[in-house]
């Protein structure tokens, strides 16, 4: 731990020079306000020695300005160090907390997850252990966040961190926005920046996240859905797959036979779980709710018009 401890720091250091110049003291503060330990000046100065050598990275300091910045050869050689620590931040922080649990679940729920931990498979893990230590410390985030892939669309959203969650191998930061009282997911891929900053903590408006997300499938739609009976019919055949890999925790098994089961789930109907049941295609049907039923026959039919057209 140590070690990822040194390699975070370093990588940190790396991110605040190349945002602009800075003084030691300018870096130093910086990390100070982002919990980071080991932050004394001749810590950082050997650090800085250190990541001139170890990575190659040029660190130049200017005598005039009295500022550290990056020099332009350095750019081919920062992929090799964020590599490095996203490996190291998720593994450490995981393996050292993971608890057994419904969802598997690290330090009171901070983090969920509900696929194996693939490292280099998870997208978006630049920002994690800075937003793990404000989940845990209950710090407010400051985050330049990008809704959509659609750059005219980004905003700058102050709000208070409950949990990291991992949904099919992208990772997302569960938070509240005191602005219009929400709780939001937001996909680490789209964060553009984060810093902590000081907010007052909305009262008895913050919940334990194995809450939030319970009868969840995903990690859309977290205000005002209420969890509902659903049943599906499954051929024989798909109903193993569902029945070894449950779909939900209130998944239950109503009725079998020689060529069909039928499952019922305590389930909040969001767009996931709607993609989940299109998935399994003509192996999967709908038999409650209604309107759930209707939508689904109503995408399968704008599917079938689109292939027509050919």
Known sequence: MAYHNLVSRHKRIIEIIKSRPCSLEAIVSQLIREDYDNTSLRTIQRDLLDIRSKYDIDIQYSKNRKVYEVGDRSQNNFDKIYEHVDRLTVTDSINKNIFA??????????????????????SGIEYFDLLLKACIGSKGLRVAYRPSFDSSRDKVLDVYPIALKQFRYRWYLTCFDSNDDHYKTLALDRILSVEIVK????????????????????????????????????????????????????????????????????????????????????????????????EITGTIKDMLDKYKKR
């Open 199 to 294: 907010l007052h903590a909305p009262k008895n408006k913050l919940i334990q996240a194995d809450e939030l997300y319970s009868s969840l499938y995903g990690v859309s739609m977290l205000n005002s859905i209420d969890a509902e009976i659903v049943k599906i019919k499954s051929s024989k055949m798909q109903s193993d797959y569902i029945r070894t890999m449950p779909w939900d925790a209130s998944q239950k098994l109503l009725e079998e036979t020689d060529s069909y089961c039928i499952f019922e789930f305590f389930i909040k109907i969001n767009y996931e779980f709607k993609q989940l049941i299109l998935m399994q295609g003509a192996e999967v049907e709908v038999l409650e709710p209604v309107f759930l039923r209707k």
């Open 101 to 122: 649990g419904k969802q598997g679940t690290i330090n009171k729920s901070f983090v969920i997850t509900d696929s194996p931990i693939f490292p280099d498979r998870n």
